[in-house]
């Protein structure tokens, strides 16, 4: 059974830049056909996709964060990570970590809990 876990600060400051990582269990992230994203929830917002890395390790971005954002990996631990530069209080939102198969607009079968991320001076 894949279970995937967010770890991250909790609350950051205005202009900071948020780390977030998920560690995988069950399964590896480079195993071929599989796509690992970041998606947010805001409060009373839907889903947003943000990004993603896929098994053998290119990534792609929403076109809205594109130059903002960062994922990469360290396989030797089975996490991927995501850095939000410049964040603002809209960026106050739950951070998920999720796995999908066949692309990044497929359906995510594993999703890990959600961080709860405060951007707040």
């Known amino acids: 059974q894949v279970q995937l876990q967010e770890s991250g600060p909790g609350l950051v400051k205005p202009s900071q830049t948020l780390s977030l990582t998920c560690t995988v269990s069950?399964?590896?992230?480079?195993?071929?056909?599989?796509?690992w994203s970041w998606i947010r929830q805001s409060p009373g917002k839907g889903l947003e996709w943000m990004g993603g890395?896929?098994?053998?390790?290119?990534?792609d971005y929403s076109p809205s964060l594109k130059n903002r954002t960062s994922i990469s990996r360290y396989t030797s631990k089975n996490q991927f990570t995501l850095l939000l530069r410049s964040v603002t209080p809209e960026a106050t939102a739950v951070y998920y970590c999720?796995?999908?198969?066949?692309?990044?607009?497929?359906?995510?079968?594993?999703w890990g809990q959600g961080t709860h991320i405060t951007v707040s001076s």
């Open positions: 890395i896929v098994h053998e390790g290119s990534t």
């Open positions: 999720a796995r999908a198969r066949s692309g990044f607009d497929g359906e995510y079968t594993y």
């Open positions: 069950g399964g590896s992230i480079t195993t071929s056909s599989y796509y």
